[in-house]
């Protein structure tokens, strides 16, 4: 039972527009968000997070949103750039409970 | 600080062949987990502990072994090899379990043929 799920495997934007990769979950005791990043051959590493208790949180170019009556976030990037081109993982965890990833999304930004 | 360091970075194994896969960490986190990607599932919990001494099960156990004598190293077993185990392992550390983000090592990629 996939409890987060995404659903596009894979997402091209082309440079300088807005990427948007979303992130759907079931488990409704979830009450803590993350993204991550991974590059080939390397491991990934933490973007952004978001707790339950929130709707919305930014870091420079990236801003995560939280749906909770839709059980969905999302992860916007604007402007794009080609160092954004990798796959990003949605992850969640309730409490001090186990990160639960969603499947990856591989986002190609094109010049 | 080298952060989390695994080894190696490949390895080929014939089936029924055993090998640990390393996984150190420098920052004293008592959070340290092995979880492995396979292409569409995401990753995968093997194994986990949340300090020197204690380990636990995530999702995917089986065919695997971990041990933590010491808060840096937590290396996973895998006892008889088998194809379906062919995958990138990645181990990971926090300093705690939950809402505190993972710092990766930079994978192991396995070949079980």
């Known amino acids: 039972d996939q409890q987060v799920k995404q659903n596009s495997p894979s997402l091209s934007v082309q440079e300088g527009r807005i990427s948007i990769l979303n992130c759907d979950y079931t488990?409704?005791?979830?009450?803590?968000f993350l993204w991550y990043k991974k590059y080939p051959a390397e491991g990934p590493t933490f973007l952004i997070s978001?707790?339950?208790?929130?709707d919305k949180n930014e870091d420079g170019r990236f801003t995560v949103f939280l749906n909770k009556s839709a059980k969905h976030l999302s992860l916007h990037i604007v402007p794009s750039q080609p160092g954004d081109s990798a796959v990003y993982f949605c992850?969640?965890?309730?409490?001090?409970?186990?990160?639960?990833f969603g499947q990856g999304t591989r986002l190609t930004i094109n010049p | 600080n080298a952060g989390v360091t695994q080894t190696p970075k490949f390895q080929v194994l014939k089936t029924g062949q055993s090998m640990t896969l390393q996984c150190a960490q420098d920052m004293n986190h008592e959070y340290m987990s092995w979880y492995r990607q396979d292409p569409g599932m995401g990753l995968r919990l093997i194994h986990y502990?949340?300090?020197?001494?204690?380990?636990d099960q995530g999702e995917v156990p089986n065919g695997y072994n971990v041990s933590r004598s010491t808060t840096e190293d937590f290396p996973l077993r895998l006892l008889s090899a088998a194809p379906s185990q062919t995958s990138v392992y990645f181990c990971?550390?926090?300093?705690?379990?939950?809402?505190?983000?993972?710092?990766f090592g930079n994978g192991t990629r396995l070949t079980v043929t």
């Open positions: 978001i707790s339950s208790i929130k």
């Open positions: 990971a550390s926090s300093y705690s379990r939950g809402q505190t983000p993972l710092h």
């Open positions: 992850a969640a965890t309730q409490g001090a409970q186990k990160l639960v």
């Open positions: 488990n409704s005791m979830f009450d803590y």
């Open positions: 502990s949340v300090g020197a001494g204690i380990t």
